[in-house]
């Protein structure tokens, strides 16, 4: 059989359609030019600040009026952010009832300390932050009609530290809640003893537990709350010697720091340790509350440890 022949034919030059050439440019042709990327940038909705908080646990948006009638705590995971001394105050007594005691005590640069800033330099720029004259604010008020003298730290100056002016706020408070027959209550929140000071810090550590040590001996009651963190003198001290010792969810309790612990104890530690999740299990606290259950917790510990503080 023989092959087919295929042949190719070459199409005419003729036939072939012309190209498409581009228009002349013209002077008044214009062209869309491509927006810049900042300019995509400034669609982007814009929050403003003061509306909004990011949880920095669970990293949902709060809404800051919600996040402040739920007492600074987290509405999705129960995240307590820090709130201050009067914040805390507020939250635990009856409105407009607490005395505050020695509001004008200022710590004094006894050791003239320098170092990157000097202390006065620190002190006069934390006054004016946080509007406190030092890390505590301490009085006498009531809960529910329950006298009780209180102090409670704030860690927005100096990191809650404890110098002169915080052992002796609290010693004062102590003292007169001892003459007046109260109970008393300390919300610590402080990364320790304050270093500016020196020896005089550290000697607030005896100061403040002969104090509580005289107010036990009239059989009178002392609640600690640890928040976070409380950590170092303060923990090896008044926040430690409690009655009761009462803490907040997830809160950092310890006395120093974890790479310390390892490097002296050349162990390894478990995870979460220095919780108050891991601490109530090891007996050093007495009870996790959330903050929007603490003033009715306090209500009934106050009932039963002093029925006669009851005020008339």
Not at 20 to 32: G, I, N, R
Not at 48 to 72: A, I, R
Not at 177 to 200: D, L, N, Q, W
Not at 250 to 270: C, N, S
Request: hydrophobic content about 40%.
């Amino acid at each position: 059989m023989a092959e087919k022949k295929v042949t190719h034919q070459i199409p005419d030059v003729d036939s072939v359609p012309p190209a498409v050439t581009p228009p002349e440019h013209t002077a008044d042709t214009t062209f869309a030019t491509k927006p810049k990327l900042d300019d995509a940038k400034s669609r982007k909705r814009e929050i403003p600040e003061g509306l909004w908080t990011k949880c920095p646990d669970c990293t949902e948006l709060l809404y800051d009026k919600e996040l402040e009638n739920n007492l600074e705590v987290c509405m999705h995971c129960g995240y307590h952010f820090s709130i201050s001394a009067q914040e805390r105050i507020d939250s635990l007594l009856d409105p407009g009832c607490f005395k505050e005691m020695d509001a004008g005590l200022t710590s004094v640069d006894i050791l003239k300390f320098t170092g990157v800033a000097k202390y006065t330099d620190k002190l006069a720029g934390y006054k004016k932050k946080t509007g406190l004259a030092d890390a505590v604010v301490t009085g006498i008020g009531q809960i529910d009609g329950h006298s009780v003298g209180i102090g409670a730290m704030d860690f927005r100056f100096l990191g809650g530290s404890m110098g002169s002016v915080v052992g002796e706020k609290l010693t004062r408070m102590i003292e007169a809640s001892t003459k007046g027959g109260h109970p008393v209550i300390i919300v610590s929140a402080s990364g320790g003893a304050r270093m500016y000071e020196g020896m005089f810090s550290l000697m607030q550590m005896a100061k403040t537990c002969a104090a509580l040590a005289y107010h036990a001996e009239k059989r009178l009651a002392y609640i600690s709350v640890l928040t976070h963190p409380t950590t170092a003198g303060v923990m090896a001290s008044y926040a430690s010697v409690g009655d009761l010792i009462l803490a907040e969810p997830g809160a950092m309790i310890g006395f120093a720091g974890p790479r310390v612990i390892k490097d002296t104890t050349q162990a390894e530690l478990p995870p979460g340790f220095q919780t108050a999740e891991f601490l109530i299990d090891r007996g050093l606290i007495d009870a996790i509350i959330p903050r929007k259950e603490m003033r009715d917790q306090l209500l009934n510990y106050l009932a039963f440890l002093s029925p006669k503080a009851k005020a008339a």
